[in-house]
């Protein structure tokens, strides 16, 4: 009978959770949060670089990959600094993931070469890069010392962003994500005063993303989307951002997907993107996220293609909690009329996700996954999810759900040698709390 306290507790935790969020969610949807003026369309991304001069900065650090530079990528904005008289500096050796010791790197460039702002060019690991420069380079801190809410008490450097890709959303984000190499695991800055100053969509930039990127990128706008409309924090400013996400990506993603020099869908999945990350700054991600940092933190998955392997699993199982959120996406998805019973609405949007990863060729599993590894990875998200960052996720997990969960992800040659090695699955209760014994109880 020893196990009855535990799933008293887990279900009155799973309560207590959910009350909290939807309390907190009343309090965040009240505060104001700085958005960046945004340039939009071919040529956005000049355009910013002549804004920029206009505001008396001396000496910029550009902040980028190898990638984008030597595709030659910064010639628009680059020229247009020099043109307004601002001199500029490439730290062009950012990497996925965004690791502490290249920024520590950045960091240093920009001292020694005395810059006063930053502009940020590529996708979410140089964005991400740049606000953690912003912070460090301000508040002479260790990195590891600025992850969580607020721990910079001086306001960073100012931050410039150009997205080459559409599916981060940090040009208007209040968070940093980077990776411990020594922990293997993500580190999270949030700080209102991150958010970027100015920001350029311009589809230009995004021609020539190979299709493979297109689609994880894309998902994951469309994960923030989804996540900040079925948490417990959404509210009628971030819901509008979300449904908008939504209709974008399955209007455009797919198009971007197989004809990368599309503009229209170009443009359109950036302003998606850009939508995403304003709903999900204000009503934060979930279990989604929590997962796929684990899985980018120990195997440097794409952050993207991590959230798009879990989104299928994380939605079937809120499901329940979410009928009548989903029913909505659906709509605006334009997968159905909103006469429909919503359980049949949720259901189609369900099986849309799973149609769009498959279109895309999102893989079903997560190749370098391995069971020995799955209770450490649960157990981080887990504590992600509840105590480090305080997802207001809707459907309370443990951690043995959440370790089944990831396992639908092992690839099926592992998944046949674990087989016997596993406990039985366990049943859940309405609130996610876990159980596996008297079915009364449980009911």
Same mark, same amino acid.
Request: hydrophobic content about 45%; overall charge negative; glycine content about 8%.
């Given at each position: ?44 991304? /000049? ?66 070469? $005395? ?18 420069? #912003? ?31 559409? $599916?981060?959303?940090?040009?208007? @984000? ?17 700080? @209102? ?6 920001? /350029? ?13 297109? #689609? +994880? ?24 951002? #979300? ?12 198009? /971007? ?34 997962? +796929? ?7 440097? @998955? ?95 997990? @443990? ?45």
């Amino acid at each position: 009978m020893s196990l009855i306290p535990s799933i008293i507790s887990d279900a009155v935790f799973a309560r207590g959770m959910g009350s909290l969020m939807r309390g907190a969610g009343m309090v965040t949807r009240f505060l104001p949060l700085p958005q960046p003026t945004l340039l939009v369309g071919p040529g956005s991304s /000049a355009r910013l670089g002549q804004a920029i001069t206009g505001f008396g900065h001396e000496k910029i650090l550009i902040v980028t990959d190898s990638v984008v530079s030597r595709l030659g990528l910064l010639k628009g904005l680059t020229d247009a600094i020099t043109a307004g008289g601002c001199k500029y500096v490439v730290f062009d050796e950012i990497t996925p993931d965004a690791p502490i010791p290249l920024i520590e790197k950045g960091i240093a460039c920009f001292e020694e070469h $005395g810059c006063d702002a930053i502009v940020a060019v590529g996708g979410g690991s140089a964005m991400d890069a740049a606000k953690a420069i #912003a912070v460090a380079v301000a508040n002479h801190k260790p990195l590891r010392q600025l992850a969580g809410y607020f721990k910079g008490l001086r306001n960073p450097v100012r931050v410039y962003a150009v997205p080459t890709t559409a $599916g981060t959303g940090s040009e208007v @984000t209040v968070a940093a994500v980077i990776s411990d190499p020594d922990s293997h695991k993500k580190l999270v800055m949030v700080d @209102t005063r991150m958010v970027p100053k100015m920001a /350029a969509l311009d589809p230009e930039l995004m021609t020539g993303l190979p299709p493979h990127i297109t #689609a +994880a990128t894309g998902i994951d706008a469309l994960t923030h989307a989804v996540e900040s409309f079925v948490g417990n924090w959404a509210c009628p400013q971030s819901d509008s951002m #979300a449904l908008s996400a939504v209709a974008l990506i399955f209007e455009n993603l797919r198009i /971007a997907y197989n004809d990368g020099k599309n503009l229209v869908a170009r443009e359109n999945m950036a302003l998606a993107s850009t939508y995403a990350g304003l709903a999900f700054t204000r009503a934060n991600v979930g279990y989604v996220h929590a997962i +796929a940092h684990q899985f980018g933190g120990r195997y440097h @998955t794409p952050h993207g293609l991590a959230n798009a392997i879990m989104l299928p699993h994380v939605l079937k199982y809120s499901h329940p909690a979410i009928i009548g959120r989903l029913a909505k996406l659906a709509v605006r998805a334009n997968l159905g009329h909103a006469g429909a019973s919503e359980d049949e609405l949720a259901q189609k949007f369900l099986d849309a996700v799973d149609e769009l990863n498959r279109d895309l060729g999102i893989p079903a599993y997560l190749e370098s996954l391995r069971e020995e590894d799955i209770p450490e990875l649960a157990a981080a998200a887990c504590r992600e999810a509840h105590f480090d960052m305080i997802y207001p996720v809707p459907r309370y997990m @443990t951690q043995a759900i959440c370790e089944d969960l990831i396992r639908q992800v092992l690839p099926p040659a592992s998944a046949e040698t674990t087989t016997e090695k596993k406990t039985p699955r366990r049943r859940t209760t309405d609130d996610g709390a876990s159980c596996n014994f008297i079915l009364v109880f449980c009911e």
